[in-house]
Structure formats: C-alpha cells, structure tokens
T-cell receptor, first 114, second 114 residues
Framework: AQSVTQLGSHVSVSEGALVLLRCNYSSSVPPYLFWYVQYPNQGLQLLLKYTSAATLVKGINGFEAEFKKSETSFHLTKPSAHMSDAAEYFCAVSEGYNTDKLIFGTGTRLQVFP | NAGVTQTPKFRVLKTGQSMTLLCAQD?????MYWYRQDPGMGLRLIHY???????AKGEVPDGYNVSRLKKQNFLLGLESAAPSQTSVYFC?????????????FGPGTRLTVL
C-alpha cells in the first residue's frame, strides 16, 4: 500500500533562511507526488506536483521539490523564507495513473521568525 | 468562479443530533471527496464519489453517509453525532483520476460535538 511520511511536524526558520520540508513515500508503482499548502483557517491549495516529466519540479511562491527515486523522497525547498510562507504543508501521493485517491502525510507546520 | 464552497463554516452539535454538510463545485469536476482533518493526523478520506449517483467508502467512513444526486453537489451526513466526530471537514473535487488528480479544496467546516 502507498504511504507518505513527513519528517518533522514542526519546522522553524528565520526569514531569509533556507526552507527544507521532508517527504518520503513508499510505493510499489511509479508514484505521482504532490505538495499542498494550507494557510490558517483555509483549505489546501496545490504548490506543485511530480508527474514523471522532470525530477525537479518548480511550484508557486518560489518553492521547488526534487523527486529522488533512489531515496524514495520528494523534499520541498525554498532558498529564502518569507514571513508569508508560514503555513502547514502536506505531501501527498497518488497511487498510479488509474487511482481515485490521494494519500496525505500528517503535515509539517512551518514557522518563520523575523 | 467560486470553486469549491462548503456550508456551513461552523457548527456546534449535541451528541446524538444529526446534520448535513453541503459541498458545491462549479468546475464541472467528476470526482468529489470528503476529508476530516485532526491534529497530527493529516487528512483522512471519509467518502468519495467518482460521478453523479455514485459513492464509495474511504479510510474512515463509519458514522457518516453521503449522497451525490447532482454532479455539482456532494452531501455529507452525520445521523447521530458523537464527540469523536469533532473535527474540521474539507470537501475537494478533481477533474479526473491519477496524474490529473489535482484536488481543489473548499475552505472547511469546523464541527464541534458536545
């Protein structure tokens, strides 16, 4: 069965510092991977997705993620954190091309300090 | 274009009461989903629908029922609310399955069961 593990339920960085949010997956088939962001009191919105076209995926707001098959990872990064990046981030996996569902990780809350 | 909307935004119920949460989408999406979000547990799928008139169970379906009588609406019912159903409920929709399964989320309904 597919699963997603997000290491670290809370991550704190200073404004301008590198953001690194970790996501590891398990899958018996080629996965499709997603990162979603949830701002306070809002629903989730898509940051970026990996669909096997390129291993380095660029998303909105300066975020990017790299698919590493050998490490079964899809970590999210941003070179320079901004106060507005404070939110909860969810990694999700779609179990192959013909699946109806996404499997979500437990989320990582990002705090950005001035 | 309103996207995905949810009604109500907040609700407090007493144990044993019933209620229906309404989700509506104006994107002509085939797929619709109901999730619950609890601290430290990410999003868990309750029920979903792959088209008008069809529904299926997700990861945590017990205590909930759903209906999809119209393509644009997906209703989640609680027949006899329990304190364990205190949660934030999110509805989502997507155009199709698999790699195209980018899900669009509503703003959520915060439900408290006393």
């Amino acid at each position: 069965a597919q699963s997603v593990t997000q290491l670290g339920s809370h991550v704190s960085v200073s404004e301008g510092a590198l953001v690194l949010l970790r996501c590891n997956y398990s899958s018996s088939v080629p996965p499709y991977l997603f990162w979603y962001v949830q701002y306070p009191n809002q629903g989730l919105q898509l940051l970026l997705k990996y669909t096997s076209a390129a291993t380095l995926v660029k998303g909105i707001n300066g975020f990017e993620a790299e698919f590493k098959k050998s490490e079964t990872s899809f970590h999210l990064t941003k070179p320079s954190a901004h106060m507005s990046d404070a939110a909860e981030y969810f990694c999700a996996v779609s179990e192959g091309y013909n699946t109806d569902k996404l499997i979500f990780g437990t989320g990582t809350r990002l705090q950005v300090f001035p | 274009n309103a996207g995905v909307t949810q009604t109500p935004k907040f609700r407090v119920l007493k144990t044993g009461q019933s209620m229906t949460l309404l989700c509506a989408q104006d994107m002509n999406h085939e797929y619709m989903y109901w999730y619950r979000q609890d601290p430290g547990m990410g999003l868990r799928l309750i029920h979903y629908s792959v088209g008008e008139g069809t529904t299926a169970k997700g990861e945590v379906p017990d205590g909930y029922n759903v209906s999809r009588l119209k393509k644009q609406n997906f209703l989640l019912g609680l027949e006899s609310a329990a304190p364990s159903q205190t949660s934030v409920y999110f509805c989502a929709s997507s155009y199709r399955r698999g790699v195209y399964n980018e899900q669009f989320f509503g703003p959520g309904t915060r439900l408290t069961v006393l």
